[in-house]
């Protein structure tokens, strides 16, 4: 965590001063500009010893990057974006800051609902939001299998769900999809339920989980992996998952990805980092944040295999990217705040 800090300030001070991103201008080294925060160290460490080809990064956030590569133009150092969410990326390459890529290791790596159709962009790790209850206050058959993010505004649930806070990433996303699915005023109904309910709107998903397991909430929705970290301290949590809409389109998802940068010098070895990334790289990109792999051969740690397998909605990043300001003007039109 010290170091993602250190790294955070080193491109803070890069971007005021002007000066070049990167420590050295060595051609044999690829470099990332990354708004994921984690799990990089490990993997670039990994890819480095493997093929002998180094890995720079830089972290920013997402809009800072998007500038920093705008402005830059040809002139950009990087070879590779990657970012938390498939709306990102997606507004990434819509600027046309990204690169499509032929590859057909890429394309049996990554499940079509997990990359951009125009291949500029590939999900590399998958993170799925949720519902989660406590077992001595809820039988799983309460919940509907179909849709069962909706099926939380039914009145029987009153008194009786916690929720994340509508400035979050993860939130929006989640109600953009709903917007996706159910158009706006059905999407709006929806949240109105969860706030006619008197949902408990909490700022954090680790707060959230720790109140269900306390008895605070029977029911909430948060990331899969909050839930993984918090059983590694303590296994008795009185929280388990329930895959959302098994019976209907899947579950909710969102990806870390990367594609490669439009103007880099560099392009086939920053394709090939990003094909090993989504290969024989997965479990050390994924593992450190308790993530699913996206690609079907590599298999999850054993801690988030134990919440078993389920079907995911494919991706709709241009929905996530697209829909994001109509997300939030309907959760402030619904009093979801
Ligand atoms: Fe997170």
């Known amino acids: 965590m010290r170091r993602s800090r250190l790294a955070a300030a080193v491109v803070a001070l890069a971007l005021t001063a002007g000066c070049s991103a990167f420590a050295s201008d060595d051609e044999d080294v690829i470099r990332v500009y990354s708004g994921r925060h984690y799990d990089l160290e490990p993997a670039f460490e990994a890819y480095a010893e493997e093929t002998g080809v180094s890995v720079e990064f830089l972290y920013g956030d997402d809009a800072e990057l998007l500038e920093r590569m705008k402005a830059e133009g040809e002139d950009t150092p990087a070879d590779v974006f990657m970012t938390v969410d498939a709306g990102?990326?997606?507004?990434?390459?819509?600027?046309?800051?990204?690169?499509?890529?032929?590859?057909?290791?890429?394309?049996?790596?990554?499940?079509?609902?997990?990359?951009?159709?125009?291949?500029?962009?590939?999900?590399?790790?998958?993170?799925?939001?949720?519902?989660?209850?406590?077992?001595?206050?809820?039988?799983?058959?309460?919940?509907?299998?179909?849709?069962?993010?909706?099926?939380l505004a039914d009145p029987k649930w009153e008194g009786r769900l916690c929720m994340r806070d509508s400035t979050n990433s993860y939130t929006q996303s989640l109600i953009a999809s709903l917007i996706d699915v159910h158009g706006y005023d059905g999407a709006l109904d929806i949240v109105e339920g969860w706030v006619d309910n008197g949902v408990d709107i909490m700022p954090n998903?680790?707060?959230?989980?720790?109140?269900?397991?306390?008895?605070?909430?029977?029911v909430a929705i948060t990331n899969h992996y909050y839930l993984a970290r918090l059983l590694e301290d303590n296994p008795d949590m009185n929280v388990v998952p329930y895959w959302a809409n098994q019976e209907g389109n899947g579950v909710h998802v969102n990806v870390s990805g990367a594609g490669v940068i439009a103007e880099s010098d560099n392009p086939e070895q920053a394709q090939q980092l990003i094909e090993w990334l989504a290969t024989k790289g997965q479990n050390s990109f994924v593992d450190g944040n308790h993530e699913y792999p996206v690609n079907r051969e590599v298999q999850p740690e054993p801690l988030i295999a134990g919440f078993g397998e389920f079907d995911y909605a494919p991706i709709n990043a241009k929905a996530y990217g697209d829909l994001n300001a109509q997300a939030v003007q309907l959760m402030a039109e619904a009093g979801y705040e």
Not at 90 to 108: D, F, I, R, V, Y
């Open 88 to 151: 990102n990326l997606w507004l990434a390459a819509q600027e046309g800051l990204l690169s499509p890529l032929n590859s057909p290791t890429l394309a049996a790596a990554v499940p079509e609902g997990l990359r951009d159709p125009g291949d500029r962009w590939y999900g590399l790790s998958l993170r799925a939001r949720t519902v989660m209850y406590n077992p001595a206050a809820v039988d799983p058959s309460e919940f509907d299998a179909t849709d069962t993010y909706a099926g």
């Open 205 to 218: 998903d680790v707060l959230i989980l720790e109140t269900v397991d306390a008895g605070g909430c029977d």
